[in-house]
């Protein structure tokens, strides 16, 4: 079994920082990518910013220069630090995680519960 914890979410004012993790653990062998999705009522869930094995990063560009991912493999963990945040970062955050368990050939994929972060004044 693969689980995906989360955590950091929370109530923060305009130009306001959170930082999320997001901790994978059970039966995995290898992540090939991690990464972080939003989603508001009658939106459609959005990628925020993805990392893979090599390092390699990209954000949305609505978060450009704001949100900064990164993770510590050996603990199977990714972040997400958002500065300058603004009401339009509302959302329910979710960590997505790519990967490979023992005994398997093939890659799945795994979501976290998710986590509110509400940005308002």
């Known amino acids: 079994q693969v689980q995906l914890v989360e955590s950091g979410g929370g109530l923060v004012q305009p130009g306001g920082s959170l930082r999320l993790s997001c901790a994978a653990s059970?039966?995995?062998?290898?992540?090939?990518?991690m990464g972080w999705y939003r989603q508001t009522p009658g939106k459609e869930r959005e990628l925020v910013a993805g990392?893979?094995?090599?390092?390699?990063?990209n954000y949305a560009d609505s978060v450009k220069g704001r949100f900064t991912i990164s993770r510590d493999s050996a603990q199977n963990t990714v972040y997400l630090q958002m500065d300058s945040l603004k009401p339009e970062d509302t959302a329910v955050y979710y960590c997505?995680?790519?990967?490979?368990?023992?005994?398997?050939?093939?890659?799945?994929?795994?979501w976290g519960q998710g986590t509110q972060v509400t940005v308002s004044s």
């Open positions: 059970g039966n995995i062998f290898r992540i090939n990518a």
């Open positions: 990392i893979t094995s090599g390092g390699s990063t």
């Open positions: 997505n995680a790519d990967l490979v368990q023992f005994y398997y050939t093939r890659s799945n994929k795994y």
